[in-house]
């Protein structure tokens, strides 16, 4: 139940395309949905975050999209680059006040092509 | 966004020693800190829980005593992999967090044992 998955694992798009992955969770108790960035041989980064109180958040080319129903999350890139080319992880947590209890998903590695 | 540094980078020893990786948070105090493992391609696995000035909290599977964790500061966490052999070689990354559910990650510490 504190399993988190996430796919595809590896995605393969053109320059300027959509890049869209998704993340599914079993535990309704999850309350935070962050998804990070990590380039090889770097820690991940945070890029962008959602909680179920809203359905989509943009910043910039990047957009969460939440599904609480259905339980899913996805993360779209648009406009994809080839510096968007890394390695991205969705995760869930049950939220306080020290961020604790994070669950990671397995990863999906994007190659954006010039 | 908030930084947390590591150190160092990369480590090679010899088996049978033991090997200190540093954890900083540079602008921010960090009320807990978190200590992660990443085999090549997968995902990150935590091994253990630290708030300042309390022992760490580890996940099952991850021996305490092979895996010293000290957090001494807001500002300063250690992990300490006691007696080194060539399986304990991977990706260690410390994330810290002191606000809702934010946890900002290291650029992680690559650990050959030889």
């Known amino acids: 139940q504190q399993q988190v998955k996430q796919s595809p694992q590896s995605l393969i798009v053109q320059k300027g395309g959509i890049s869209i992955i998704n993340c599914a969770y079993e535990?309704?108790?999850?309350?935070?949905f962050p998804w990070y960035q990590q380039f090889p041989g770097k820690g991940p980064a945070l890029l962008i975050a959602i909680r179920p109180d809203v359905s989509e958040k943009k910043e910039g080319r990047f957009t969460i999209s939440f599904n609480k129903s259905a339980k899913q999350f996805s993360l779209h890139i648009m406009d994809s680059q080839p510096g968007d080319s890394a390695t991205y992880f969705c995760?869930?947590?049950?939220?306080?006040?020290?961020?604790?209890?994070?669950?990671f998903g397995p990863g999906t590695r994007l190659s954006v092509l010039p | 966004g908030a930084v947390v540094s590591q150190h160092p980078s990369r480590v090679i020893c010899k088996s049978g020693t033991s090997v200190k990786i540093e954890c900083r948070s540079l602008d921010f105090q960090a009320t807990t800190m978190f200590w992660y493992r990443q085999f090549p391609k997968q995902s990150l696995m935590l091994m253990a829980t630290?708030?300042?000035?309390?022992?760490?909290?580890?996940e099952q599977g991850v021996e305490k005593d092979k895996f010293l964790i000290n957090h001494a500061s807001l500002t300063l966490s250690t992990l300490t992999v006691t007696s080194a052999h060539p399986e304990d070689s991977s990706f260690y990354i410390c994330?810290?967090?002191?606000?809702?559910?934010?946890?900002?990650f290291g650029p992680g510490t690559r650990l050959t044992v030889l």
């Open positions: 995760a869930a947590s049950i939220g306080d006040n020290y961020g604790q209890n994070f669950v």
């Open positions: 994330s810290a967090s002191s606000r809702g559910n934010e946890q900002f």
């Open positions: 630290s708030n300042e000035g309390s022992k760490a909290t580890y």
């Open positions: 535990n309704t108790a999850f309350d935070y």
